[in-house]
């Protein structure tokens, strides 16, 4: 099979024949139909995070070629589904609970040269940590799910208030997935500050009430209160670059700090600064499959959609060129690798 294959951050990714993934008993072989390119997929290669041979892509959708004889669940062969983008070991105390984010010892999809990811046409998912795709839900739509729960976990972890008055730094898809559910879940006032201008129109589509020039403001919680009379009660951080000290600083008195950007980078930060503030702060992984279910249901059911978070379908064989140019800022947003 066809795959696009890291081998180190000085070179784009290789198109080339590996071998299709063995599966245990546990799990299932999919025949990849559509698979996300995620701003981590990008940061692990430009930061060396993980050993040449791996496969990227950890949110996808495909259609069920094979079963472990022990699989679990009501699938079949030629079944749509998705998957969490890990294996759960399906025997440790979180594994039996459901709360596979919390088994020590998962295999990252898409992350780890053992467990080869989706920018592939097959990849090896589990059983345990699948689910069937409606029939009504686009397969594109489906491999967004897993950037939907992303920020669907993060925000049931800091449960804002009905009402809340939300800020967003940074419109990416993690960014954008973060509007849509401050605007579903009641959020009073959405305001979004991003310095790409074709991000900036994708916030506003979003549903966003305010968006914020970055660029010329550079502090987005005063910019705020001037503009909408209003300071956040919540911050979403979905940059990913060292910010939190900043964040300290313009974060207003008991105000809640979600970081969801995933920065590899160090800073140092001065925690007196945030004491005084009474500041909290999550900062979350993952999701799980309840995360993933609950989407599904919203999209089959069209209470949730996915626009305008993706920007591009491609085809395997773009997937070097388009990778490289996710290194350097540019106005692509979700990018859809469409393996059909
Ligand atoms: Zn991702
Ligand atoms: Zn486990």
């Known amino acids: 099979m066809r795959a696009a294959v890291y ?8 198109i080339e024949e590996v071998s299709k993934p063995d599966i245990g008993p546990l799990d299932l072989l999919l025949k990849v139909s559509r698979c996300g390119i995620c701003g981590s997929d990008v940061h692990f290669a430009q930061e060396q995070g993980v050993a040449p041979g791996t496969v990227f892509g950890h949110e996808f959708s495909g259609v069920i070629e094979q079963l472990g004889s022990s699989a679990v669940g009501d699938f079949k062969v030629g079944d749509s589904v998705i998957a969490l983008g890990g294996i759960p070991c399906g025997e440790c105390p979180a594994c039996l609970n459901q709360a596979f984010a919390q088994c020590q010892s998962i295999g990252l999809i898409g992350c780890d040269v053992n467990f080869a990811g989706a ?24 491999a967004v799910v897993e950037p939907l729960a992303v920020g669907l976990n993060a925000w049931r ?5 009905a009402g809340a008055d939300v800020l967003i ?8 997935a973060m509007v849509k559910w ?35 403001e550079k502090n987005p919680v005063e910019a705020m209160v001037r503009e909408t009379g209003r300071s956040p009660t919540v911050i979403f951080e979905c940059v990913g670059r060292p910010m939190l000290q900043h964040l300290f600083d313009i974060a207003p008195h008991q105000s809640h ?32 499959v309840e995360e993933f ?10 209470k949730m959609d996915t626009q305008p978070l993706i920007s591009d379908e491609i085809s395997l064989n773009q997937v070097p060129e388009i990778f490289e140019a996710l290194k350097q800022p540019n106005d692509h947003c979700k990018v859809i690798i469409d393996l059909t």
């Open 7 to 14: 081998y180190g951050k000085e070179q784009p990714l290789v």
């Open 257 to 288: 700090l979600c970081l969801l950007g995933a920065c590899m980078k160090s800073e140092s930060i001065n925690i007196s600064t945030a004491t005084l503030k009474d500041l909290s702060l999550t900062i979350p992984l993952g999701y799980g």
């Open 157 to 161: 972890k800091v449960a804002p208030q």
């Open 119 to 142: 920018y592939s046409e097959y990849v090896r998912v589990s059983s345990l940590a699948s689910l069937k795709v409606p029939e009504s839900v686009d397969m594109s739509d489906a």
């Open 293 to 302: 279910a609950f989407i599904l249901d919203l999209l089959a059911r069209e």
């Open 182 to 216: 401050a605007r579903f879940f009641g959020a009073a006032n959405v305001v979004l500050s991003e310095m790409v201008p074709s991000r900036m129109e994708r916030a506003r589509q979003a549903g966003a009430d305010l968006v914020l020039d970055a660029k010329q």
């Open 169 to 176: 730094l940074g419109a990416g898809p993690i960014g954008l």
